[in-house]
């Protein structure tokens, strides 16, 4: 069978399945459990309302808590104990922890994602300030904006792919082919660099690419907040004599810090879960290991679901606090 | 603001050379991997991409036809033809006829050959040789130009990786399943938020706002600690590995971003037209369908392009959940990786591939580029 | 037939919130009954709770005779005007119309056949094609009126119709829905509104809400001519009326007060007994009826602090007692130049002159 009928089928299996079950599920509730005829129509109306909410969120809560809420928790138990042969487990406390902390790939990989925690938010985010205010100020703005948006569409593997042609390295008798050691070499670099080796430049030039893929996020989220502060309190800064650099700065800036605080905690949680620009590009080879591909070699390579489970535990306890603040608010916002 | 008296015309100059710059900054890199989908493999080592576009000069060693295509005419033996093999659009502008001394002639001079054969090449690659006794030898006389070539592309590479059904790391089967992956990955989960956004939003019940707070706390867990128990609950089902798997985790790790998107968007809907259909008589299902899904349809295009974009991209799921040892099941994402590895100096086969997967998500972005905007304002903002 | 009846009705929301109690009103086929009262009186919530869009915390809800507290709004047969028009956006204004008669599943025969129909009534016909976003205020008003009469309900239920639309707009549809409800007589209709004009002009009769209860429920010009208390007498008329303390004299048929401040005696027709000989009450007078009196007979003495002439009427503010207080304010006829701090006597037609002691009318004892 041709590949793209049995993709049909299978699509139309999985996409009918889903409908399937919302139109029946509520037939068999108007028509027979709670009909709304008969002598008890008005109870059986209220009480079929009473059940309805529940199944429309069924399978949403259903998918929710078998993946995303039972994982935390299996996690944590897993990274507290040790497989044994013959598929059992034994409990083992802190153990996978302890020697977790003791590796050096483990170390390297935690420093290596607290750099990349301050560099790729901020410079991602202000890059999107910087095309935000710029491409506000132009006629061509929009085409602007969509064209360094657009590595938002780009798969992190593509982009790592985009990525190694810029990093390319040639003998130094050809000519050559990667953009940046042409550069390096035009600007009187006297031999081309195999980039991806070199500690600690890899790790910044592998940020690079997330900040080349983040920033236009940073700009439409900003550009919106720049174009929503009130144009009176511009026009009363530059009758008050501010230059065009004091009015960013100083009226601009602090009415979207608010945003800014968004962006950049939405680009940290992006970090914390990088994984894919390293496996394609380096694979944490060279010293430019993260905590995610860590934890992929841990768990698929070394096998070793405990300290691989104790990894997971580390990216999780790096994201609560973002966790429990957004919590916050929203149940502020329901008040 | 351009209507204020008095801006300076030089910070106008600055922004759009600023901007400018920027753009180009970001778009080099793609734009360097496009065109060098559609060089040759010889061009791709031999120059750099940026070089492509303009014609380059290159030093090449051609032959004339060999010895056995002669004919005589007038008493003179002559042998006559081009370079290239066809007429081409280059230019010569030096020639030799020894390697030591590639740049003896210039088109129009007749260089003299032993046996008093004489041979004049045309700046276009015409040649014609002629000698008063038969010319003997196996092969054409080696002539070595230096030329300039116009730019040139080739269509090639994607014949290869796309059409070619003897290639086994093609792309075309890894397209399928990609698409496989992808459809379903985004029309599931956008439906099953879309009713649980319904009964977040509008429906009464205990316990809403608890699960409201939830779904935001999901938001951002990562998806990294899914993997290994649910690698173990689908093996423990009986589902193991394979587009189900995948479909069901894409759906869980949508969810709370769909269910949170599109509840805060139904939120915003008017109460008054949800209770006139009340009273109208339709109930909740038929509210949902006749009335909320119509009109909620961009925060649902939205978010559609978020999880399209998402899935098509997706390397990790597809590594745990999706693709076996049989590697019948591989996506594009997958195969490039596998491509890095194996095939990482070959970068027109790199190049093309990669490009082949981008190209859709390229493509959606640019036609949906509005509703993506929304989807993350939406998002984030509040 | 459709009578509505509700008995000791009361609202209660999660944690207590109490906005009505002891509501007890009996309305009868073809009256248009209005409710009125100041905002979050809770005039709202009691047609919501008709309407089924609201539980019913206790009491009773009946139409014809039949409990209707359990009965979702779809079974209920009314059909709701809301302030928004709640129109559907992305559907034509055909379509808007057919929603309801396509859910109860009626023949598309009967759909277009009722649709032209109320179309040509409400001159919607060339609109029929168009969704709400092409059409006026006025034009998505009567859309959403006409999507009611379509449904031919029992009861019709209108939410504040008029106040999204402009002063002209608004006297306009006001007499479109008044011409609409002479021309369907059997129909009942409840209106909700804080526009006392729309009330006093589309109502047979006038439902004031107070307080978590009903204040008076009778015909505009009850409401007008004997309020029951001193929150209706207030509520209705614009100036509101003048209440002014004073004390009893002499009773009867006729009654004397003497007014506290002001210092005047007066007649009023109200009948009081004898043991309310010296008893404190309020004097109520509407600034219409005041007249400048000459004669010894007046209500109040006071000077003219403000005096604003509006060319048909002149209205005049008297002195105050002290910041806080509200000035007494007479209305005038015509024309009064030159009153402005002047001191004036002023009284009223005994026949104009209502009494309240704690609040309460003793036009009712």
């Known amino acids: 069978m041709h590949p793209a009928f049995q993709a049909i089928l299978t699509i139309i299996i999985g996409v009918g399945g889903c409908v399937g079950y919302f139109y029946f599920s509520n037939q068999f509730l108007d028509k027979v459990v709670f009909p709304s005829r008969g002598p008890n129509a008005g109870r059986n109306i209220t009480r079929a309302n009473m059940v309805r909410p529940w199944l429309f969120l069924f399978p949403a809560l259903a998918a929710l808590s078998i993946y995303l809420a039972y994982p935390v928790v299996e996690t944590l138990r897993l990274s507290l104990t040790e497989r044994l042969p013959g598929n059992r487990s034994q409990f083992v406390g802190f153990a996978n922890y302890q020697q977790m902390l003791s590796e050096a790939k483990f170390k390297e990989a935690l420093l290596n994602n607290l750099l990349w925690l301050v560099v790729v938010p901020a410079f991602s985010t202000a890059f999107g300030l910087l095309a935000a205010q710029l491409s506000d100020r132009v006629r061509w703005g929009n085409i602007a904006k969509s064209l360094i948006f657009m590595p938002m569409a780009i798969s992190f593997v593509g982009a790592a792919v985009i990525w190694k042609l810029v990093y390319d390295t040639r003998p130094i008798d050809q000519e050559q082919i990667g953009a940046l050691n042409a550069l390096y070499l035009f600007f009187g670099g006297d031999a081309p660099v195999t980039w991806m080796t070199q500690i600690p430049w890899n790790s910044f030039l592998l940020m690079a690419v997330l900040v080349w893929i983040q920033t236009g996020f940073a700009m439409v989220i900003l550009s919106a907040a720049l174009r929503g502060i009130p144009e009176e309190t511009i026009e009363a800064a530059i009758v008050d004599g501010a230059n065009p650099f004091q009015v960013f700065f100083k009226i601009k800036v602090p009415q979207i810090m608010s945003t800014i605080v968004v962006v950049w905690t939405t680009i940290t949680i992006v970090v914390l879960k990088v994984f894919d620009i390293v496996f394609a590009m380096t694979n944490g080879q060279w010293e430019t290991q993260v905590l995610a591909n860590y934890m992929y070699d841990k768990l698929f390579r070394a096998n070793d679901w405990g300290v691989g489970s104790a990894s997971a535990m580390v990216i999780m306890l790096l994201v609560s606090p973002i966790l429990i603040w957004n919590v916050y608010n929203a149940r502020k916002e329901m008040q | ?382 | 037939m459709t009578n509505l009846t509700l008995t000791n009705v009361e609202k209660t929301y999660p944690g207590n919130i109490n906005v009505l109690n002891n509501i007890n009103l009996d309305i009868k086929t073809g009256e248009l009954i209005v409710f009125v009262g100041p905002s979050g009186c809770g005039k709202s919530t009691l047609l919501r709770m008709i309407a089924g869009l609201e539980t019913i915390t206790d009491g009773e809800f009946t139409i014809d005779g039949a409990r209707m507290n359990e009965m979702p709004p779809a079974q209920r047969g009314v059909a709701m005007v809301f302030q928004s028009y709640a129109l559907y956006p992305h559907m034509t204004v055909r379509d808007n119309m057919a929603f309801a008669l396509k859910i109860a599943k009626k023949s598309q025969a009967d759909i277009d056949a009722a649709i032209d129909k109320v179309a040509d009534k409400l001159q919607l016909t060339e609109y029929l094609d168009r969704l709400p976003k092409a059409l006026s205020g006025g034009q998505r008003q009567r859309v959403a009126i006409g999507r009611s009469i379509v449904r031919d309900p029992k009861v019709y239920l209108f939410d504040e119709p008029l106040s999204n639309l402009d002063a002209a707009l608004r006297v306009a549809t006001r007499i479109e829905i008044a011409q609409l409800k002479e021309s369907m007589p059997q129909s009942t209709m409840v209106y909700v509104t804080h526009d006392q004009v729309e009330a006093m002009t589309l109502a047979t009769r006038i439902v004031v809400l107070a307080n978590k209860g009903i204040a008076q429920v009778g015909s505009p010009l009850e409401l007008y001519e004997t309020p029951e208390n001193e929150f209706v007498a207030q509520f209705i008329g614009s100036p509101a009326m003048n209440l002014l303390p004073g004390k009893i004299v002499d009773t009867g048929d006729t009654t004397r007060i003497s007014v506290t401040n002001g210092g005047g005696v007066i007649n009023s027709s109200v009948a009081t007994r004898e043991d309310m000989k010296g008893a404190a009450v309020n004097v109520g007078i509407r600034p219409e009826h005041m007249v400048p009196e000459t004669s010894e007979n007046y209500a109040f003495e006071s000077t003219v602090e403000i005096s604003e002439a509006l060319g048909e009427v002149t209205q005049l503010y008297f002195e105050r007692q002290d910041a806080d207080s509200s000035p007494v304010i007479a209305k005038l006829q015509g024309i009064h130049r030159n009153v402005r701090n002047k001191s004036m006597r002023m009284s009223a037609d005994p026949s104009k002159i209502h009494l309240f002691a704690d609040g309460k009318s003793l036009h009712y004892q």
């Open chain 2, 1 to 382: 603001m351009s209507a204020i008296v008095g801006t300076k015309s030089s910070l106008t100059w600055a922004v759009h050379l600023s901007l400018v710059a920027m753009v180009v900054l970001w778009l080099f890199p793609t734009v360097g991997l496009l065109v060098s989908s559609f060089r040759t493999t010889d061009q791709i080592s031999t120059s750099g991409w940026w070089n492509s576009l303009s014609s380059s000069e290159q030093n090449l060693t051609l032959r004339t036809d060999a010895p056995d295509t002669q004919i005589e005419k007038d008493g003179l033996f002559i042998i006559e033809g081009n370079l290239f093999g066809e007429a081409s659009d280059a230019d010569i502008s030096v020639w030799g006829t020894s390697s030591r001394s590639i740049d003896d002639y210039t088109p129009g001079d007749v260089a003299e050959l032993k046996n008093g054969t004489t041979v004049t090449v045309a700046a276009n690659g015409d040649y014609l040789m002629q000698s008063e006794v038969p010319m003997d030898g196996r092969r054409g006389q080696r002539v070595f130009v230096t030329a300039q070539t116009p730019p040139e592309f080739t269509l090639d590479n994607y014949r290869n990786v796309l059409l070619d059904k003897n290639n086994r790391q093609g792309m075309t089967k890894a397209f399928f399943n990609t698409l496989t992956v992808t459809i379903p990955a985004t029309v599931i989960p956008v439906l099953v938020a879309a009713f649980a956004a319904y009964a977040l939003a509008w429906m009464d019940f205990p316990g809403r706002a608890l699960l409201v707070a939830a779904v935001v706390g999901l938001l951002v867990v990562p998806l990294q600690l899914a993997l290994i128990p649910l690698l173990k609950l689908h093996n423990e089902i009986g589902i193991g590995k394979g587009y189900l798997g995948a479909w069901l985790a894409h759906t869980g790790f949508g969810l709370p971003l769909a269910i949170y998107l599109l509840r805060n968007y139904m939120v915003g809907l008017p109460r008054d037209i949800i209770e006139n259909a009340k009273v109208d008589g339709a109930t909740d299902f038929q509210i949902f369908v006749k009335i909320i899904l119509p009109l909620s349809f961009p925060a649902l295009a939205s978010f559609a392009i978020f999880q399209f974009l998402w899935t098509w991209n997706d390397l990790l799921v597809a590594l745990v959940f999706l693709i076996d040892s049989s590697g019948e099941t591989t996506v594009m994402t997958k195969q490039i990786v596998e491509l890095l590895g194996t095939r990482g100096g070959n970068w027109e086969i790199l190049a093309t591939s990669a490009f082949v997967s981008i190209a859709v998500p390229l493509g959606v972005f640019f036609a949906m580029q509005r509703y993506l905007v929304r989807g993350l304002l939406a998002g984030s903002v509040k």
